[in-house]
């Protein structure tokens, strides 16, 4: 049974920062890809950031230079650090443990997600 337990979630002015964390309770964690997505109201999931066993990242145009994914395997955790926070920023963050080891893989668990509300 793999469970995933986001935190972190608050609601921040534009232009400030947040750190989100998952705790992955799994059997086996190192091997496997991890992500963050988000969902704003009224749209679509979508892919925020994916962090590969060896450290590979990806992440969606919108947040690169702004957001990074980390990882701990030794803690089964994953994180993302997001600054320079944007209004259209705000939605509901999942993290997610993909399907393989590769950044490109799709999510094969999801957590219930953390509020992020980027609001003057």
């Known amino acids: 049974q793999v469970q995933l337990v986001e935190s972190g979630g608050d609601l921040v002015q534009p232009g400030g920062s947040l750190r989100l964390s998952c705790a992955v309770s799994?059997?086996?964690?190192?091997?496997?890809?991890m992500g963050w997505y988000r969902q704003a109201p009224g749209k679509q999931r979508e892919l925020v950031a994916v962090?590969?066993?060896?450290?590979?990242?990806n992440y969606r145009d919108s947040v690169k230079g702004r957001f990074t994914i980390s990882r701990d395997n030794a803690k089964n955790t994953v994180n993302l650090q997001m600054t320079s926070l944007k209004p259209e920023d705000t939605a509901v963050y999942y993290c997610?443990?993909?399907?393989?080891?590769?950044?490109?893989?799709?999510?094969?668990?999801w957590g219930l997600g953390t509020q992020v509300t980027v609001s003057s």
């Open positions: 962090v590969s066993p060896g450290g590979i990242t």
């Open positions: 997610t443990q993909h399907t393989s080891g590769s950044a490109d893989s799709r999510p094969a668990y």
């Open positions: 799994a059997r086996i964690f190192t091997i496997y890809a």
